[in-house]
């Protein structure tokens, strides 16, 4: 079975800070790549997804970047963290055969002070 | 491109009664529908989804939603509320991205709260 996941599970870091949030897939190969971001009482938001190895697309102009290393690791990266960038991050993947299914990570909150 | 508009951000019930949060859609192309439930400071699990196929979905839990086209909505439903209910629940409707990648548009969530 497939299985999703994040880490760290927390994080507390200062404004002006780097950021790297990693989100690795188990148990499947190639597969459609996310992260959101979900701010306090807010819905999701969709920031990079990716379909292969080093294909990144971006949804929302901002000071994050994402990067897709190996086939089933995906990571969110920051030079300088703003306040507004508090949250929980969440990544999902989906297979890349043509089903539309999400599945979700634990996610990662993340507060910045 | 797609929308969709969860009506009530919140929605409290009492325990043993009908769970219905509403949800209605915004599609160019027949679309894909699913509902999330997200539980503080968790991921979210898929409850159900419609693919084309029966417009009446059972999912995990005791939920079900039935696709309306006429008047594009995809509504959840539960005959009796459990306490485990309480969360945040979510619908999304799928659109096409670069390269084929499927990608979720979600509402804005609806919290569910049960009264005992």
């Known amino acids: 079975s497939q299985t999703i996941h994040q880490w760290p599970a927390t994080l507390v870091q200062p404004v002006g800070s780097p950021l790297s949030l990693e989100c690795t897939v188990e148990g499947t190969s190639n597969p459609n790549l996310y992260w959101y971001r979900q701010a306090a009482g807010r819905g999701l938001q969709l920031l990079f997804y990716s379909v292969g190895i080093g294909q990144i697309s971006s949804e929302v102009p901002q000071n994050l970047s994402a990067s897709r290393p190996q086939d089933r690791q995906f990571i969110l990266s920051s030079k300088k963290l703003l306040l507004s960038d508090s949250g929980f991050y969440l990544c999902a993947w989906s297979s890349s055969g043509g089903t539309d299914t999400q599945y979700f990570g634990p996610g990662t909150r993340l507060t910045v002070l | 491109a797609q929308s969709v508009t969860q009506l009530g951000s919140r929605v409290s019930v009492s325990e043993g009664a009908l769970v219905l949060l509403r949800c209605n859609y915004s599609?160019?192309?027949?679309?894909?529908l699913f509902w999330y439930v997200q539980y503080p400071n968790q991921g979210l699990q898929l409850l159900l989804k419609y693919t084309s196929a029966a417009t009446l979905v059972k999912g995990i839990n005791g939920f079900e939603a039935e696709f309306k086209k006429s008047e594009t909505s995809f509504h959840l439903t539960k005959p009796s509320a459990h306490m485990s209910d309480a969360a945040e629940y979510f619908c999304?409707?799928?659109?096409?991205?670069?390269?084929?990648?499927?990608?979720?548009?979600f509402g804005q969530g609806t919290r569910l709260t049960i009264n005992p």
């Open positions: 599609s160019s192309v027949p679309p894909y």
């Open positions: 999304a409707v799928s659109g096409r991205g670069n390269q084929g990648a499927q990608k979720l548009v």
